[in-house]
Every structure is written in C-alpha cells, then in structure tokens.
C-alpha cells in the first residue's frame, strides 16, 4: 500500500504540491487526474525520487522513501514510465527491455528471463521489432517498450505518467486496457495519472482529483465519473 | 617511394597512440559528458609510478600491470573527488549559465592537470628521465633491408586494436556495458531502470584512466618522461576525438591514425614546423564541415 | 537604469583611484616591487580579458597568452622595422590583436565548452610555432628585444630621477587604468548586457532577438584587444619572445580570472594580485621551512591548481563574491 502524508514540492518558489495526501490500495488501480499544471507529473516524480520534496511523506510498505536515491526507490519495488514515452531510442527494443531488468539480473536470473518472456507476450509487436532501435518505433510501440522496462524490473506498485499522451484514442486504450489486464490478472499496485479523465476513471478503483497542487476531491473511481458538478468545475467538460 | 613508407610507417606508429588518448577522451567524453584535458597528466604520473618500479628492479610487465591499475584508480578518484561534487552543486548562479555548465568542467579538469603535474614534480623531481620498451625499437629486418618499423611499433598497433575489440565486447556484450550506454544517453531513464549511474560513471572515467595509462606507457619510451612532455600528446588525442566523432570508439581509432598520417607526412614532406598548423588546419576544417565527426552522431540539442 | 553619464562619471571614480593609488605605490617602493606592481597593472589588463571572454560572455579561451604574443611581437615588429613611437605601437597592437580576435572569434562562434577549449588550446601553441617558422622577422626561439628608452624630460623634471623599473611601470599605469575605465563602461553598459543574457541562455537570447553570432565574436574581438595591450606592455620589459608567452600564461590568466572572481572585475584584480604575488609568497614560505629546492619550484604550481578546484567547488563565483557576502551583499556581482 502507498500512503501519500502532506506532501510538499517546491521548485524555486513555486508549491507545485501543497500538501497532498491520500492512499493507493494495493493490488488497485488508483488514477490521479487534473487540469493542466495541477501537480500531477510532479507527484509521480516526486514518488520516483527525481524531485524531493520539502515536506511530507511517502510511506511504502511501511517505509518512508522519501530520502532514497531513485535507484534505491526503484528496488524497494516502484517503477515509474516518465511522460513522453521514454525509451532510449539509441539502443535497441531488445536492449531497452534488458536494462528495466539489468539491477535485477545478478539475484534473480531466472526470473529475469521470466519476466522478459511476459512483456513479450503482453506487447507481442515488441518480439516483432526485437532488434529495431527504439527511436524507429511507433509512439504506441514506444509506449508499450517503456511500460515493458518498468515491468520486467518486477515492481510492486507501477506509476504510470500520462501513458495515453499523443496516442491515437485507440492505441491509447489498447494500453490502458492491458494495463487494467495485468492488474487484475498479477495484483499488481498501478498509481495512474492521466488528462484524460474519462478512461482513467472507467477503469479505475479510486480517483484523486488535483488541482493547483492540492486534493480537492478523492471517491470510488465509479462516484467521480459520475459526478458532473466535479467534472465542469475542475476538468471543464 | 621511401619517403612515403616512411610517413606512412611512423604516421602507422604514432597514430595507434593517438587512438589510444582519443580512445580514453571517448570513453569519459561518453560516461560522463566531460572531456577530460587532464588525461594526459593522469598518464604521466602513472608511468611515473612505473618507471620508479622500473629503478627498483621490478620487471617492466609488473610495473605496466600497475601503472594500469593506478591509472583505474585515478581515474575514480577524479570521479569521485572532484566532478561529483561539482555536479551536485545546484545552487550557484554561476553554474547556472548555460555556457558555464559545459565551461566548469573544462577548467576544472585544466585544475587537475596542473596539479598532477606539479605532483610529479614534487615527488619525482622535474628531469626528463628515459622509459624502457618491452620489445626491441630496432628497425625489422626483412631480407637484407631494415624497415624504418619496430616490434615496438607493432606491438602498440596490436595493442590498440586489442583494446579496441575489448572495449566494444564490453559496451554492447555485457550488462555494465549497456548500463554505460544507456546513462550517457538518457540518465533519467536509466536511473528509473534501477541503476546507479554515478557508480557507472565513475567506472567510466577508471576505464579511461586505464586508456591514459596505456598510451602514457606506450609513448615515453620514444618522448621520455618529465611533468611535461605529454601536453602535446593530449591536443593530437584531441584532434583525433574530434575528426572520429567524440561518441565513437571506432571514429576514435580512425581519427587518431588519421592525425598521425597527417602529422608524419607534414614531417616528411614540409616541415617538422608546420606540423601545428597543419593540425590547427584539419581540426577547423573537420569543426565546420563536420563537427560531429566521421562516426559521431549529431546531438539533438534540447530547447 | 543608470543614465549613460553616471555610468561614465563612476567608472572614471573607480578608474582614477586606481591611477592614483598605483602611483602612489610606484613611488615609494623599491624596484623590485616596481616590477611587480608593473606586472599587476599589466597581467591585470589580461586577466580582465579572460574575465570579459569568459564571464561576460561565456566563452573559454586557452588562447589569451597567445593573443598577448601577438600583441608583443606586433609592437615590437612596429618599433624595430618601422621605428614607431612606443605609444604608437602599444595602440596598434590593441588593433592587430583585436584583428586577430576577429579571426579567432568567427571560428569560435559556432563552438562551445569543450570544442571551444581544446581549439583555442591548439591555436595557443600553433601561434608560437610562427615564430620559428618566420625565424627570420620574428627572431625564433630567442625573440626580438626592444629598446624600452628613457623616461621623456617633462616627467623627470616632474619627479626627479626615474628608474628603469618606474619608467615601465609608469607606462603600464595609465593603461592599465584606461582599460580598466572601459571595462568599467563595457560590462554596465547595453552590450554588457546583451552578452551576459548570451553566456546565461543563447536559445533564449536569440528568440529575444538578440544576434548571438555577431555579439559572440565583438566580445571576442574586444577581448582580444585588451590581451594585445597586455602583451605588448609585458613585452615593453625588454624581450619579446616564446618564452615570454608560454602556454603556463594563458593558464595563468584563467585561474588568476576564475580565483578572484569570473564575473567581477574587482575579482579580475585580486586574481592578478593572486598571480604576480603568490610565487614569492610561497618562496618565503619555504626558506623559513628550509623546503627542498625541488618542492618548492613545483609548489606555487600545485596551490595554484588546488585553489582553482577548491574555488570551482566549494564556491564557483570566486573571491571577490565571497568578499561582497562578507559586505552584506551590497554590491552585486554581474
């Protein structure tokens, strides 16, 4: 489970978090969504390890992460996919999904090699494009290689950074969709943050609704989809 | 015609130790975005240690093993105590130009060079002193001609092409290697990866210091050794980064025989004068037309 | 916004101060310290080229003691060949270094940190290989030596007695005091500005407009103008040669610049005061710790390269920055 304390992160002067707080059950899909600039990025990033914060805490099993390395954070069992589909486009798919596991390797080659097998079997077109360079994929096949590095590192709670941007709808849900798969079918802890509310919350457990750095809303993923009143006055539609 | 086997065997000769300096510059240029202007004096200092093995009457082949391991060791420790700390410092508005963040390095490693060098003349006194080759520098006997090509000569090109097919097996057979490559070229997402890139780069500038080492080793027993008679080595290592592509081990190897055909046949032809010009020549001429190199990759500069 | 007047109106204060507290000093010390404080007035000039190049605009140069060179040898060539007044020859080495600078600039436009570095350190020792290559006109190894001539009537009337010492320092003074007033001038006025927003941000300087090329090369040739001056006046001791300006030079400059402060020109000062007095400093040092000979040649080298990594680390913006902290941030640094 990930317990989110009054959570602080400021760059220069700005609050982009003033104070967050909620929960991420384990083995759920709990989605963080908000406007444009709402803190959201931020809060993944700052879970990650690649902002600290200034005050708070992140709880993790029952371990304040709050002062590990990113590495450090990544073996405690949290992987993230940063925004923007980030794979390395110099090396090669088959290289990409390699490095997600390469800390790993030395205690646990078999599993490894498991985990490798799995990634290809949920994103088969990546077995296709084994040995193409990143940079040459799709931003869907890119997509599906990044969410592929942060699963073959075995990870207990995955933070997913607006997995849909610049994706065709379609693709977009495909990934979504297979998401929700291997949360369901592996129990497998996912802290999604997506602009687009509508398929995040359709299928999702529990939403957080942020905006300018604070939680102003948190319910079952079911109530917040279906309240408008939240819906017009902090996602305008 | 002997003029030209001439150049062409010392430019073979020379340019395999360029390679080697441009090898190193390479590495650290790659692992960790510096180049590295103090490498040269790493290099000195470390075939210092050698050759005061070498007068204590240890075998040069102990005395090579152990420059090498010293050179590592350097290499780490300039990691280690000097760019870490720089780059984690954040919050000087000087380091926060744009100009300045590429800038800092540069003068900080200048830093370390003049400090190794006054080292080694502290320690070891500032005469130039001689070094031994391990393989005869007698010109090879074919038949009843003597080319003006030694075993040494030949023994450094193997080495260089050793090196070079080390370091590749390295970089894309095993799992550090990638881990280098993939931090050079997106620490964010390798350090998402779980990896800690300031240990990977750390082992980087090691490597490299084991690269300065083997050249610094390889050169002195034709330039001798004092604190400076390895200034020049480092712009030509420079230069032959620079036309091979400072990304590119392979652009290295080639871009340091290049600069030492270059340089032998201005010797041979011109005069040994016009060699500097002629350097300062091909490297403007490869920053305009080409700046990233015959084998380097252009970078994408982020707005 | 400081009207243009009282830009001009300070920086002659800070300028004239100058003037007058070095010659004052220049008449009551001995002619050793006659030199050395010459040797201030004169490396400062090319410590504030390197603080121009470098802090101002962002640009690294390996090369300002080989702009100084050419500086030297254009004003001795002008004396000796063509038997041009010595202050004639100190102005038209500004201009050919500066000409120089040009040349160098427009190559180092397109080039940056490390690139930059390492060709400018190829330039700084292919410019002395010149002099062997024309041995005839530029004298080789050994150089050219100029005639520093005897101080004119009107100023020994004025003074009494002038040693050879005081004489050179006395040139030194008023030029080093005029640059002085023009960096002053340079770095609070419109181009200081625009090239300092080029050091911070190019991408951002050219989207305001700005024309980064173009300002990138002026900064250039006016650093270079400022080092010829340098190097003409230090080759006004006597000699004009490779060994006058070594590479160790061109290094000296940076760390002197980089010690005492990047971005201040008051840094720029205590650098040179760093750099002419430490060496002696050490000496001292030694002889009262009766340190062997070979250590303390090599032991200014090795404070030098110490203080510029602890400068580097522990605090990048230098002494002088240090110092305006310790005077409550009143004054700030570029």
């Known amino acids: 489970m990930l317990e989110i304390k009054d959570l602080v992160t400021e760059f220069a002067s700005v609050r982009a978090l003033s104070g967050v707080s909620f929960t991420a059950a384990t083995g759920k899909i709990t989605t963080v969504i908000g406007a444009n600039g709402a803190g959201k990025s931020t809060l993944l990033r700052t879970i990650s390890g690649l902002e600290r914060c200034t005050q708070g805490a992140i709880i993790w099993e029952g371990l304040d992460v709050t002062k590990l390395s990113v590495e450090g954070i990544v073996r405690t069992g949290i992987a993230q996919v940063p925004e923007g589909h980030a794979v390395i486009s110099q090396l090669s798919v088959e290289e990409n999904i390699e490095l997600g596991a390469l800390f790993r390797k030395r205690k646990a080659s078999a599993d490894v090699a498991k985990s490798v097998k799995e990634v290809y079997e949920l994103f088969p077109i990546l077995r296709e494009r084994n040995s193409q360079m990143a940079g040459a994929l799709s931003g869907g096949e890119r997509q599906m290689l990044a969410i592929s590095r942060a699963l073959v590192s075995r990870p207990k709670l995955l933070l997913l950074d607006e997995p849909s941007l610049g994706l065709a709808p379609l693709i977009a849900e495909q990934i979504i969709n297979a998401i929700n798969e291997l949360c369901r079918s592996t129990g497998l802890t996912v802290l999604l943050v997506e602009q687009n509310a509508n398929t995040a919350l359709s299928v999702a457990d529990h939403g957080v609704l942020l905006a300018l750095g604070k939680v102003v809303a948190q319910m079952p993923a079911s109530e917040m989809i279906a309240d408008d009143s939240l819906r017009a006055a902090y996602l305008g539609y | ?303 | 916004m400081f009207s243009a007047r009282r830009i001009w109106l300070k920086s002659s204060l800070i300028a004239g101060l100058y003037f007058l507290g070095l010659f004052i000093l220049g008449k009551t010390l001995g002619a050793y310290n006659q030199t050395q404080l010459a040797s201030v007035a004169t490396l400062f000039i090319g410590v504030l080229s390197v603080t121009l190049l470098t802090g101002a605009s962002g640009q690294i140069s390996l090369g300002q003691g080989a702009i100084m060179a050419v500086g030297g040898y254009a004003a001795a060539l002008l004396v000796l060949n063509l038997g041009v007044s010595i202050w004639l020859a100190f102005i038209l080495a500004i201009v050919v270094a500066a000409i120089a600078g040009l040349f160098l600039g427009l190559a180092a436009a397109r080039l940056t940190g490390p690139y930059l570095a390492g060709t400018t350190l190829v330039i700084a020792l292919a410019i002395p290989t010149l002099a062997n290559r024309f041995e005839s006109t530029l004298g080789g190894d050994v150089g050219l030596s100029i005639d520093v001539g005897n101080p004119p009537m009107w100023l020994t009337k004025f003074l009494g007695d002038i040693g050879i010492e005081q004489w050179q320092l006395f040139v030194a003074i008023p030029f080093s005091a005029l640059t002085l007033f023009g960096v002053l001038n340079l770095s609070r006025s419109r181009s200081g500005r625009v090239w300092r927003a080029i050091r911070d941000n190019e991408v951002a300087a050219s989207l305001h407009g700005l024309n980064v090329q173009r300002n990138k090369v002026i900064a250039f040739v006016c650093a270079s103008g400022l080092a010829g001056l340098a190097g003409a006046l230090y080759g006004f001791r006597g000699i004009v040669g490779p060994s006058v300006y070594p590479i160790d030079l061109s290094l000296a400059l940076l760390t002197g610049a980089v010690i005492g402060g990047l971005r201040s020109i008051f840094g720029a000062l205590i650098g040179t005061i760093f750099i002419v007095f430490l060496p002696d400093l050490i000496g001292k040092v030694t002889s009262t710790f009766k340190v062997s000979e070979q250590v303390s040649n090599y032991l200014p080298a090795l404070v030098s390269g110490v203080l510029l990594l602890l400068t580097i680390v522990i605090n990048p913006a230098g002494l002088a920055a240090a110092s305006t902290h310790l005077l409550k941030g009143r004054h700030r640094t570029k």
Do not use: C
């Not at chain 2, 060079?113 to 005469?127: R, T």
């Not at chain 2, 050079?184 to 750390?202: D, Q």
């Open chain 2, 1 to 303: 015609m002997t003029q030209f086997i001439t150049a062409f065997f010392s430019g073979s000769a020379h340019g395999a130790i360029y390679a080697l300096v441009s090898m190193g510059l390479v590495l650290v240029w790659r692992g960790a975005g510096v180049v590295n202007f103090a490498q040269m004096g790493q290099a000195m200092f470390t075939t210092y240690i050698a050759s005061q093995l070498i007068m204590h009457k240890y075998s040069y082949w102990i005395a090579f093993v152990i420059a090498l391991l010293a050179g590592a060791i350097l290499g780490a420790i300039v990691d280690f105590g000097l760019m870490r700390p720089l780059s984690a410092r954040k919050n000087s508005a000087l380091l926060n130009s744009e100009s300045m963040r590429t800038t800092i390095p540069v003068i900080a490693s200048l830093g370390v060079l003049g400090i190794l060098k006054a080292l080694a003349g502290i320690i070891w006194a500032g005469e130039e002193r001689g070094f031994p080759s391990p393989v005869s520098t007698n010109g090879i006997k074919i038949g009843t001609t003597t080319l003006a090509f030694t075993a040494f000569d030949l023994f450094v090109i193997g080495i260089v092409f050793i090196t070079l097919l080390l370091t590749t097996a390295f970089f894309t057979r095993t799992g550090m290697g990638l881990a280098m490559r993939a931090s050079a070229l997106n620490p964010e997402v390798t350090r998402l990866s779980g990896i800690r890139i300031n240990s990977v780069r750390t082992l980087s500038w090691a490597i490299s210091g084991v690269a300065s080492s083997l050249a610094g080793l390889l050169i002195t027993p034709s330039t001798n050794l004092s604190p400076n008679t390895l200034d020049l080595l480092l712009i030509v290592g420079f230069t032959a980064a620079v036309i091979g592509g400072l990304t590119s081990l392979v652009g290295a190897v080639v871009g340091g025989f290049a600069i030492g055909y270059v340089i032998s046949f201005v010797n041979v032809y011109s005069s040994p004068e016009n060699v500097f010009l002629a350097i300062l020549i091909f490297l403007m001429f490869m920053l305009f037309l080409r700046p990233q190199g015959i084998f380097g990759t252009k970078e994408v500069r982020r707005v």
